[in-house]
Nanobody, 126 residues
């Protein structure tokens, strides 16, 4: 199992930026693809971004392309989500997740992830 803890959420005005961090524990962190998802009350969890185990492949949902950037620092066991040009519709609880298989590629399917963080709230005001 991989244990994950998100941080960096908060309140920001539209057009502003936030950087989310996900600290992971586990001896094989660097071999797992990682993803970011978000959820609004009353709606299902939505894929946001993912990165392959080696960091060479990245995927984003269309609504955040050119605004969000996912990255990872395997030496520090941290995955990041840099969020720029934030919009009110980005308001949600953001979760990081680790793929359930080693040497995994990035996935947009939440069912492919076996470990989840507790979530961090992002609120964007207009």
């Amino acid at each position: 199992q991989v244990q994950l803890v998100e941080s960096g959420g908060g309140l920001v005005q539209a057009g502003g930026s936030l950087r989310l961090s996900c600290a992971a524990s586990g001896r094989t962190f660097s071999t797992y693809a990682m993803g970011w998802f978000r959820q609004v009350p009353g709606k299902e969890r939505e894929f946001v971004a993912a990165i392959s185990w080696g960091g060479s492949k990245k995927y984003y949902t269309d609504s955040v392309k050119d605004r969000f950037t996912i990255s990872r620092d395997n030496a520090k066991n941290i995955v990041y989500l840099q969020m720029n040009s934030l919009k009110p519709e980005d308001t949600a609880v953001y979760y990081c997740a680790a793929h359930h298989s080693s040497y995994s590629s990035a996935s947009v399917d939440s069912n492919d992830y076996g470990s989840w963080g507790q979530g961090t709230q992002v609120t964007v005001s207009s």
